[in-house]
Nanobody
């Protein structure tokens, strides 16, 4: 019933941009904090950014000033605008949120390479 579905990943050159989307269904999206995590092969999943139900945002140091999280509650959708991408940003990006942060998407691959 509950679904978080990421889209928008792909291959991009260093310095380029991508915009990820997370489409939510099956729960009351607008009342919950949401966020993005990422995981590179062989590495721990790491927190990237969060946005509260009120629209307050927080960012991990490696992406601060380059990434922007946003949400459109009318569309039950969250976004991640990624600018000035670096090879170190290469990872599977996961949407997360809901009550106690219990819901996860399946991820979308972002590859930054020349």
């Amino acid at each position: 019933q509950v679904q978080l579905v990421e889209s928008g990943g792909g291959l991009v050159q260093p310095g380029g941009s991508l915009r990820l989307s997370c489409a939510a269904s099956g729960f009351s999206f607008s009342i919950y904090d949401m966020g993005w995590y990422r995981q590179a092969p062989g590495k721990q999943r790491e927190w990237v950014t969060t946005i509260t139900s009120r629209g307050n945002t927080d960012y991990a140091a490696p992406v601060k000033d380059r990434f922007t999280i946003s949400r459109d509650n009318a569309k039950n959708t969250m976004y991640l605008q990624m600018n000035s991408l670096k090879p170190g940003d290469t990872a599977v990006y996961f949407c997360n949120g809901g009550p106690a942060g219990r819901y996860w998407g399946q991820g979308t691959q972002v590859t930054v390479s020349s």
